[in-house]
């Protein structure tokens, strides 16, 4: 974690216990999701002068890279220790959780791989067409056509100008895209 967890304690006395308890479960999560910026932790008791709706609550907020996590349980059965420590491993679980689901959606997201930046020349240019051929630095011939420029125009290219170019694999064999003029023709 890049920085200290922060745990507040509302309406309940400070416990070493209950510190201890929490920085283990924050050592859990961070076995399952380990890029976790920070956590917070607050724990909400009882209000002594209420008769009713006597409730622990746990919230917990789990800062990460992309959309926080944010839990919150609540219990109110029995004494109020284990009340205390029942919501928190209802919290934890539930942040534990929806980690791991976030590390299963990361793990299906693929980067599509782009091709690499090639250079060449400009071989032959069938300007009526609309089609031509460069002489990649490696010296293969890839075809090109006019849909395949991003700068410049048509016009302006010659032969013997210098491009740059991504090469894709299509039907009937290696094309360029993405070309861009690197100089003026002939240099």
């Known amino acids: 974690m890049q920085s200290s967890p922060i745990i507040s304690f509302r309406n309940i006395d400070r416990s070493e216990q209950l510190e201890e308890l929490i920085h283990q479960q924050i050592g859990?999560?961070?076995k399952v999701y380990p890029r976790i910026v920070?956590?917070?932790v607050v724990i909400h008791g009882p209000q002594k002068r209420r008769t009713t709706g006597r409730e622990v609550n746990v919230k917990i907020t789990?800062?990460?890279?992309g959309?926080?996590?944010h839990v919150e349980r609540s219990v109110g059965?029995?004494?109020e220790q284990q009340d205390i420590t029942l919501a928190l491993h209802r919290a934890f679980d539930a942040a534990r959780r929806e980690l791991r689901e976030r590390v299963k959606k990361m793990a299906r997201v693929e980067v599509k791989p782009h091709p690499p930046v090639l250079h060449g020349r400009i071989d032959r240019l069938f300007e009526g067409e609309g089609y031509g051929f460069i002489s990649a630095d490696d010296g293969r011939d890839v075809y090109f056509d006019?849909?395949?420029l991003t700068t410049g125009s048509?016009?302006?290219l010659r032969?013997?100008?210098?491009?740059?170019?991504?090469?894709?694999?299509?039907?009937k064999g290696p094309f360029a895209t993405n070309i861009a003029a690197i100089s003026p023709g002939g240099q």
Request: hydrophobic residues 25%; negative net charge; charged residues 50%.
């Open 146 to 148: 006019r849909e395949s």
């Open 62 to 65: 789990v800062r990460v890279p």
């Open 159 to 171: 032969v013997d100008m210098k491009v740059r170019f991504r090469e894709e694999t299509g039907d």
């Open 67 to 69: 959309p926080d996590i």
């Open 38 to 40: 920070d956590c917070e």
């Open 77 to 79: 059965k029995g004494e």
């Open 154 to 156: 048509w016009d302006q």
């Open 28 to 30: 859990r999560l961070e």
